[in-house]
């Protein structure tokens, strides 16, 4: 899904405050190499940067880059925004924390499994993910979901199964209300925090 022309206007689509989340996996840790994956228009990627982080957010959306970087200047912080599809994403090095909010499922199923795979492979040992996305309920509500926004739900349970081995800090599967955009309305979320063990 294209969120450019959200993104070209001037008020923040999903608004400015960091995601509860972030900031829980924020304190786990001091400072430290971050990457966000589909970071939007960056306000995790800020807060982290605020928190001291050196911070990596990529975006296919050349416009979420340009409000990523004015957020960061309103801010007063340095990230360093790459416009670039996560599918080919060069990691390049390994990262303390490296997080991706609500942007896994909008890959093919296929792709969105590798791309965690690289995620978990480029966090050094010790350091933490967190993964937040859509799974898919027992209903035809889901379906429709998938096919009218172009969606690849992961299954009850899936997000976590991915991530035996390491220490699971938190999960959740749960209703999620979402009112940072249009009408407020309610999406099926996985939510992960995890530590790679050393
Ligand atoms: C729902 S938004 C979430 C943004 C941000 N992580 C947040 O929580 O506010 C999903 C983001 O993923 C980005 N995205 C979707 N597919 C992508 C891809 N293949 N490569 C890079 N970014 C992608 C979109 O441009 C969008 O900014």
């Known amino acids: 899904m294209d969120f450019s022309k959200e993104y070209a206007k001037k008020r923040f689509f999903w608004g400015i405050k960091p ?7 924020a304190g786990l840790l001091s400072r430290g190499k971050a990457l966000d994956i589909g970071m939007g228009e960056g306000k995790n990627a800020v807060f982290l940067a605020k928190k001291g982080f050196n911070v990596k957010g990529v975006d296919v959306s050349s416009e979420a880059i340009k409000k ?4 960061a200047k309103r801010k007063n912080v340095k990230i360093l925004p790459e416009c670039a599809d996560i ?18 499922h909008f890959l093919p199923k296929k792709k ?3 791309v965690l795979k690289k995620i978990k ?16 309920e027992n209903s035809k509500c889901s379906e429709a979901m998938e096919k009218r926004f ?3 739900l992961y299954e009850v ?3 976590k199964r991915l991530y035996s081995g390491w220490k699971i800090v938190k999960y959740a599967e749960k209703k999620e209300l979402d009112n ?9 979320v996985a939510i992960i925090i995890a530590q790679k063990v050393k």
């Open 180 to 188: 940072s955009h249009g009408k407020a309305h309610y999406h099926n």
């Open 112 to 114: 969105s499994l590798e």
């Open 87 to 104: 599918k080919n994403f060069n990691f390049k090095c390994k990262y303390d924390l490296i997080i991706s909010t609500f942007t896994l």
């Open 19 to 25: 995601n509860k989340s972030v900031v829980f996996v």
């Open 121 to 136: 492979a480029f966090t050094k040992p010790g350091g933490f993910n967190l993964v937040a996305l859509f799974i898919r």
């Open 157 to 159: 349970g899936e997000l």
């Open 68 to 71: 990523s970087a004015i957020l």
């Open 150 to 152: 172009g969606l690849y």
